[in-house]
């Protein structure tokens, strides 16, 4: 359900340094993000990975973002009159490495009705406590790519000290305890793990967890390696009915969001320093004039804040430095 404070809230918004969007999202329908670590934080360094590679992937925990600094921002974000129809713990990394993440859940819950999404690639669930706060959001949304060590290794490159078996056991032993919405996304690489063999098995481990909802995605953005490609939808179609729930191949997002918002700059590149988008992107993912967006784009490249990257005959921004 969509919530929307009324229109007299007014005044400009507060500036945010841990929240971005509200965003579109093809999984999850409009999204503001919530990114409570550094740049690249994670503990693996996915060949898919739009942010690109990872340095130096790690399993050390800490509150890499001040818990009450993070809960002040999205306060305001309501107080200002902020539209969304789910809060995402998401952004510059792996969520479940900021060691107080789940007070981070349970405050954003208490300032507001949203829903609250946690986007996890899951490495750490073979901690009780990590399950412990994980199981505090509505909705969790892990990944989960690889049917044996072999394709986690060349897909996912772990960190050194991450096993693959305590991997699968700490999803195995989340889906139990989780009494919330589960969901999985599977990500799907030609040439890495799209051979059929390989997709049943995958679709077979999947099924064992029994999630609500299955999702297979592939490559829509540069990644981190070039050589990642997407899978032909059809192709992606095929592999969807090899699942149980069958899988969604999600779709781009074009629904209407009310009236166009006033362009800012700093929401442009707060989009962009998490993941390069199209002009279309930017102008539906936040809900601005695609011609006032492309203007404010054009300032950001001559000022040197946004880049450019052309994949395949679309042009991508992404933020400077």
Not at 62 to 89: D, N, Q
Not at 252 to 266: H, K, T, W
Request: proline content about 8%.
């Amino acid at each position: 359900m969509m919530y929307r404070k009324p229109s007299e809230a007014g005044g400009d918004e507060p500036r945010m340094n841990y929240l971005f969007g509200p965003v579109a999202s093809r999984r999850l329908g409009r999204s503001l993000g919530v990114d409570v670590l550094e740049f690249k934080t994670c503990t693996l360094d996915c060949i898919y990975c739009e942010l690109g590679r990872t340095p130096s992937p790690t399993t050390a925990r800490r509150e890499y973002a001040p818990v009450e600094a993070v809960l002040a921002e999205v306060r305001a974000w309501y107080a200002a009159g902020g539209a969304a129809e789910v809060i995402t713990l998401a952004g510059s990394g792996e969520p479940t490495l900021h060691s107080r993440f789940g007070e981070i859940i349970r405050g954003i819950k208490e300032a507001g009705p949203l829903p609250v999404c946690l986007l996890t690639n899951g490495t750490l669930f073979g901690m009780p406590e990590v399950r412990r706060d994980a199981a505090l959001a509505d909705m969790v949304v892990p990944s989960l790519d690889a049917p044996s060590r072999a394709v986690f290794e060349k897909i996912n490159r772990p960190e050194a000290g991450l096993d693959y078996d305590a991997y699968v056991d700490g999803l195995r032993a989340f889906a139990r305890e989780y009494r919330g919405r589960l969901w999985l996304e599977v990500f799907i690489v030609p040439g890495v793990n799209d051979d059929e063999p390989t997709v049943r098995r995958l679709a077979a481990l999947a099924s064992s967890l029994h999630p609500e909802k299955i999702q297979l995605n592939t490559a829509v953005r540069p990644a981190a390696e070039s050589f990642v490609q997407p899978v032909q939808p059809e192709r992606l179609e095929a592999f969807a009915a090899l699942f149980t729930p069958r899988a969604d191949v999600p779709g781009s997002f074009n629904r209407p969001f009310g009236a166009d918002l006033p362009v800012q700059a700093e929401s442009i590149v707060a989009l962009v320093r998490r993941r390069p988008c199209t002009l279309d992107d930017i102008a539906q993912g936040l809900a601005f004039n695609p011609a006032d967006a492309a203007r404010m784009v054009a300032e950001l490249c001559h000022a040197g804040c946004v880049t450019t990257e052309t994949r395949d005959g679309e042009t991508y921004y992404r933020a400077a430095g």
